[in-house]
Structures are given as C-alpha cells and as structure tokens.
C-alpha cells in the first residue's frame, strides 16, 4: 500500500549494531504497529502506539525499542541487533473504529543480522 | 486468550477449480475476522472482514469467507482459481472480551496458495 511507505526495504547488519527502521504514513491514521514475520510464526506484534503519547509493548518487545515522532511517523530500533533478530518487519496503520478496525500494511523490510 | 489456526501449511489447486483454504478461532466473546494475502515481496493486503451480520462475506479480487460459528471457522474461498491468486494467507482474529483498548490481532501461520496453470 502506497500510503505506507517503509524504509530501508532491506538491510544486512553486524550483530551488536544499533539500527533503526522508519515507517511513515499519508493516511491520517492515528493507530500505527509494527510486526515481525518469521517463516512458519505468521506475524506477531512488537510495539503500537494509538497516538503520539501512549505507545504500548506488544507480544514480543524485547531487545526492541519504538519512537513515535509525529503523527505520520512510527520508528523501530534495534538498540544492540541479534542474529534471531533477522525477520521480516511489516508497519501497519489503522483509522480508530474499534473491533471494527482494519489494519493496513507497508511493504515490509526485510533484515539480515549477521 | 484469543487465537487463530491455518491447519494448511500449503494449498495446491488447479486453475480454473474452486479453492478453499481453512480457518479456525477461539475467542471469548465475539469474534472480529479478517483475511490478509501477501504476494511475494510485498505487504499484506487486506481482503475482507467479518464483523457481524450475513455469514458469507465478499471481499476483493473475488474470494469470499464463510463464518460458521458452530464450527469457530472462517473459511477463505473462491469459486474458480486464478495462477495470480497464488500467494500466502493469513487469517486474523480480534476477540470483542479483550478489552477497551486493546484491539489487537492475532494472525495465523499462514498458508501457501499455489494455482497450478
């Protein structure tokens, strides 16, 4: 979805690195979050924020951290990156309906820890 | 807890013969269900959703789920399959019980849906 942009589209990194991925959203959403996918898991999620101020740990936060700069911007940091690290990284954004919510993906980065 | 299963790791089915790949839910009130599909390379895209009312629910590029609640299934299908339509799909669930607030998905494991020509 073009409204969802995510960068980089993929990295290779050292263990011990400290990176970080961007998303970014001209959706208007309030709601952003960011999954992992592993091959055979699905996805599952590390870090959402409802807006700028309440950001809430997800299933698998550790060795994560989140910044919600604006709005628009959702970022994730890998403070000391590990090789069970290396995933799939999908942002995602929803419009406040409740249940009702629909998520809407970016293209997703894909990371190589060495 | 809510959950969800794709019993399917893959799915083959020939072009032009109906396709149905499986899902199943536990929740502990009502069920919100969603399909996603990804096509290599790419994000999710959303299909369709279940949030209450008719048990069948049409979504995009012709895939329709049936929920049966019953059964706690939300089966994805499509009446006749298409080469593009392969690509690997996961099934979501949000349980109403989670709580304000919450509104998290929970996504299966995925199946792989390959059309063979």
């Known amino acids: 979805d073009a409204d969802v942009t995510q960068t980089p589209r993929n990295r290779i990194t050292k263990t011990g690195k400290r990176i970080m991925l961007e998303c970014s959203q001209t959706?208007?959403?309030?709601?952003m979050y960011w999954y992992r996918q592993d091959p055979g898991l699905g996805l599952r999620l590390i870090y959402y924020s409802f807006d700028v101020k309440d950001i809430n740990k997800g299933e698998i936060s550790d060795g994560y951290s989140v910044s919600r700069q604006a709005q628009a911007k959702f970022s994730l940091s890998l403070e000391s990156a590990i090789p069970n690290q290396t995933a799939l990284y999908f942002c995602a954004t929803s419009e406040q309906r409740g249940f009702q919510e629909t998520q809407y993906f970016g293209p997703g980065t894909r990371l190589l820890v060495l | 807890a809510q959950s969800v299963a794709q019993p399917e790791d893959q799915v083959n089915v020939a072009e032009g013969n109906p396709l149905t790949v499986k899902c199943t839910y536990s929740v502990s009130g009502n069920p919100y269900l969603f399909w996603y599909v990804q096509y290599p390379n790419r994000g999710l895209q959303f299909l369709l959703k279940?949030?209450?009312?008719?048990?069948l629910v049409k979504g995009s590029y012709g895939f329709e789920a049936e929920f049966n609640k019953s059964q706690t299934s939300f089966h994805l299908k499509k009446p006749s399959a298409l080469v593009s339509d392969s690509a690997l799909y996961f099934c979501a669930v949000r349980d109403a019980y989670s709580g304000a607030g919450s509104y998290q998905l929970t996504f299966g494991k995925g199946t792989k849906l390959s059309v063979i020509p």
């Open positions: 279940y949030i209450t009312g008719d048990n």
């Open positions: 959706k208007g959403h309030d709601r």
